[in-house]
């Protein structure tokens, strides 16, 4: 079992730039595939960023490639997401997620797809 706590949220103005982390405790980090997510008000929950458990490739939904950076530290047990040139439409909460992953070297992106959820952090970008 791995606990994931979420931080780095907060008001923004449009073009400016964030830094989300994830801090995972518990069972070993490099179990884990990781994941971004997140809802908008009165939305579901989304597919943002995805990457494999040694951080050898990545994955972003279509709308926040070029713009949004996710990574990972094994040693550290951290993921991050750097996100740039920040839109209105980015605001949501952002939530990071795992899944236990056996090495395999796949990014899922189904919300069902994942085994543990942090509660997320508020991202607001005013435009």
């Known amino acids: 079992q791995v606990r994931l706590v979420e931080s780095g949220g907060t008001l923004v103005q449009a073009g400016g730039s964030l830094r989300l982390s994830c801090a995972a405790s518990?069972?070993?980090?490099?179990?884990?595939?990781m994941g971004w997510f997140r809802q908008a008000p009165g939305k579901e929950r989304d597919f943002v960023a995805g990457?494999?458990?040694?951080?050898?490739?990545?994955d972003y939904l279509e709308a926040v490639k070029g713009r949004f950076i996710v990574s990972r530290d094994n040693t550290e047990n951290t993921m991050s997401l750097q996100m740039n040139s920040l839109k209105p439409e980015d605001t949501a909460v952002y939530y990071c997620?795992?899944?236990?992953?056996?090495?395999?070297?796949?990014?899922?992106?189904?919300?069902?797809?994942?085994?543990?959820w942090g509660k997320g952090t508020l991202v607001t970008v005013s435009s």
């Open positions: 997620a795992a899944r236990l992953d056996g090495y395999s070297g796949v990014i899922r992106r189904g919300d069902g797809d994942m085994d543990y």
């Open positions: 518990g069972d070993k980090f490099s179990n884990y595939a």
């Open positions: 990457i494999t458990w040694n951080g050898g490739a990545t």
